[in-house]
């Protein structure tokens, strides 16, 4: 199964102390190929330097880059100024489950998705 991850589900992940790897691998029966967008990439480096964001989310970002080195994900290239546009089509018509809290995102794509529950626990639906 190949799970492309957005960067608030990764944030959030890191300020709720979900370890989403080893998760995922409990709740999921297949090998996985974690897939992350050089553009969310990018936007988790950005915001870890960022002049006036909250330092709790700058630890997050870092904290989220450092996670996704160890899981060696394949970094794509969305090519969309739209990161959300360009994942949408970059998933589209594959089966690659997206991991992602956005709700418009999720509205405009047919794949499933990896979310997390109230529980702190990770759910694909």
């Known amino acids: 199964m190949q799970i492309l991850l957005d ?5 959030a992940c890191v300020r709720q102390k979900i ?6 691998n409990e709740i999921i ?12 990439m990018a936007e988790l480096n950005e915001i870890s330097k960022r002049k006036g964001e909250k330092t709790v989310d700058k630890n997050a970002a870092k904290i989220g880059l450092e996670m996704i080195k160890i899981i060696s994900p394949t970094i794509v290239n969305v090519k969309d100024k739209n990161v959300d546009e360009g ?10 489950v997206l991991a992602t809290l956005d709700r418009g ?5 047919k794949n499933e998705i990896l979310t ?8 694909v639906i």
């Open 7 to 11: 960067t608030n589900f990764v944030i």
């Open 19 to 24: 370890d989403f790897f080893s998760m995922a």
């Open 105 to 109: 995102l999720r509205k405009k794509i």
């Open 116 to 123: 997390i529950t109230e529980g702190k626990l990770l759910e």
């Open 87 to 96: 994942i949408r089509k970059y998933i589209e018509g594959k089966n690659i």
């Open 29 to 40: 029966d297949d090998d996985i190929k974690w897939i992350v967008p050089f553009e969310v």
